[in-house]
């Protein structure tokens, strides 16, 4: 079966996917990221003067979540059933996990995409003054579940952030 770009018509023009006719289903997605730092970095994160740049990163994340029909310009408003952003410290930075679900007509991917996204990016805000060399890496969807394309899961790679 050919698959096709759905966000263009006919024409070539953008265009918002018409979901009037699919179903409500449970949709999950997860995503994950990672922020890379120095070690010295990753050290100095509990003295932050701006405050914990975990929990600010991990609210920036679920608030993202919540708004991205505002930020991606095809995308549709959903009512989310669940946001959950979480972050870990590593050794050579922070590692970002997202879950996101909804019953709803369309999927979740962007939501948990742009959770991981905006809460890296927020790592990188908090961090910016110690080291502007800090890289936002692997922004990827881990998995998905529910609708007409079916249930997806990341191959896992041996390769580590």
């Not at 966000?7 to 289903?25: C, Q």
């Not at 740049?53 to 679920?62: E, S």
């Not at 969807?141 to 990341?154: A, C, I, N, P, V």
């Amino acid at each position: 079966m050919a698959r096709s770009l759905s966000h263009y018509d006919r024409d070539g023009n953008a265009r918002m996917v018409d979901v009037s006719e699919k179903p409500e289903t449970e949709r999950t997605a997860s995503a994950s990221g990672f922020v890379a730092m120095t070690p010295e970095v990753v050290k100095a994160l509990p003295a932050n003067p701006k405050g914990n740049a975990l929990d600010v990163a991990r609210l920036a994340g679920m608030m993202a979540a919540k708004r991205t029909s505002d930020l991606i310009p095809m995308c549709h408003p959903l009512s989310l059933s669940h946001v959950d952003v979480s972050l870990r410290l590593c050794e050579n930075g922070v590692a970002i996990n997202t879950k996101v679900i909804a019953t709803g007509r369309t999927g979740v991917e962007m939501e948990a995409l742009t959770a991981a996204s905006v809460a890296a990016l927020t790592v990188y805000d908090m961090c910016k003054a110690l080291d502007k060399g800090i890289e936002i890496r692997s922004i990827v969807l881990e998995q998905k579940t529910g609708g007409k394309s079916g249930d997806y899961r990341r191959a896992r790679s041996k390769k580590k952030p």
